[in-house]
């Protein structure tokens, strides 16, 4: 799991291929290649000579992860998307946005919350 503030290294696909073409034809140890061309971790080299043998583009990679954006005829038609979004999340989670104190009857409200009266 990545930490927080890591930085991760993209390497280009020339270096990706080398070192694939070093560990398959000229049957180098991971561990050499990853020395050689500078790689942080053998284990990087390994994941690429798999992608390799399976078939796997690295062109076709991309670096975005993620539901991807919806896209929008008009500014009319994203308004009515995010609003109907809003409310569904507002009634996933009532308690975020305050309305389910206030829609509750003969509760105390959140201000007098441990305050003794007398």
Do not use: C
Request: glycine share 6%; hydrophobic share 35%.
């Amino acid at each position: 799991m990545a930490k927080k503030g890591q930085t991760f290294l993209h390497y280009p696909i020339e270096l990706k291929m080398q070192a694939i073409r070093l560990v398959v034809d000229e049957n180098m140890s991971l561990r050499e290649v990853a020395k050689e061309l500078g790689i942080r971790n053998k284990t990087q080299v390994l994941n690429w000579v798999k992608n390799y043998k399976s078939g796997m583009s690295f062109e076709s990679q991309g670096l975005r992860k993620g539901r991807p954006k919806a896209k929008f005829a008009s500014m009319e038609e994203e308004m009515a998307y995010l609003r109907a979004e809003n409310e569904y999340l507002k009634k996933l989670y009532p308690n975020l946005h305050g309305e389910a104190s206030a829609k509750q009857t003969g509760s105390k409200s959140s201000k007098n919350f441990g305050k003794h009266t007398r």
